[in-house]
């Protein structure tokens, strides 16, 4: 099955330290994009990629970085600079020289001890 | 920016009734119109889109109008169910150069039996 798969499904970080979530795509889309989510909110645009080693800052790119190394992959970085990380993060993707129709995977919980 | 606002946020219906969301923008030059549907613990699901070309679409019991004078848009959805019951986001781009989607806040729709 074509799709978009996220993990963990659940991240729990400590105070001053990194962590990563995955993202992985089958669909053959140029383009991937890393949402977050806060309750009662919209999706804010973190980053994306329209092509392999290519990225751009969306709205709320401070404390994040992003590598697009392979065209299924567009990992996130939540770094110890992100001082509020806890939400929920969405991937996703769309295809060629198109901002429409984006696909989603079903989210990392991310959440500070 | 762009900037949308998403109206009710939330909206509580018997099972069989319609169902109305509305968004305003603030671009003139946006012309891309998405809706999508988010089940808990998912990540969205596009479920209907509109240009500004066309005044509205429908598909099966959803619908949606655009009204560009008045830069709003609606969903609307007829005959709800309970699997209807999900949280509903507006979304819009502009076709010029690589846009990317701004999403309002989004509308919980919970429709009882």
């Known amino acids: 099955d074509g799709g978009i798969t996220q993990s963990p499904k659940y991240l729990f970080r400590k105070e001053g330290q990194n962590v990563t979530l995955s993202c992985e795509q089958n669909?053959?889309?140029?383009?991937m994009y890393w949402y977050r989510q806060d309750p009662g909110q919209g999706l804010r645009l973190i980053y994306y990629?329209?092509?392999?080693?290519?990225?751009q800052k969306g709205d709320i790119a401070e404390g994040y970085s992003v590598s697009r190394e392979k065209k299924e992959s567009f990992p996130l970085t939540v770094t110890s600079a992100q001082k509020n990380p806890t939400a929920f993060y969405l991937c996703?993707?769309?295809?060629?020289?198109?901002?429409?129709?984006?696909?989603f995977g079903s989210g990392t919980q991310l959440s500070v001890l | 920016g762009e900037n949308v606002e998403q109206h009710p946020s939330t909206l509580s219906v018997q099972e069989g009734d319609s169902a109305v969301i509305k968004c305003t923008y603030s671009?003139?030059?946006?012309?891309?119109f998405p809706w999508y549907k988010q089940e808990l613990g998912k990540g969205p699901q596009l479920i209907i889109d509109?240009?500004?070309?066309?005044g509205e679409k429908k598909d099966q019991r959803i619908a949606v109008t655009l009204n560009k004078t008045a830069k709003h848009f609606s969903l609307h959805i007829t005959e709800t169910q309970p699997e209807d019951s999900a949280v509903y986001f507006c979304?819009?781009?502009?076709?010029?150069?690589?846009?990317?989607?701004?999403f309002g806040k989004g509308t919980m729709l919970l429709v009882s039996p």
């Open positions: 996703a993707s769309s295809p060629q020289g198109t901002n429409e129709k984006l696909f």
């Open positions: 669909l053959n889309h140029d383009a």
């Open positions: 990629s329209q092509i392999v080693n290519d990225f």
């Open positions: 671009d003139s030059a946006s012309n891309y």
């Open positions: 509109i240009r500004s070309n066309v």
């Open positions: 979304a819009v781009s502009k076709n010029s150069g690589y846009s990317t989607l701004t």
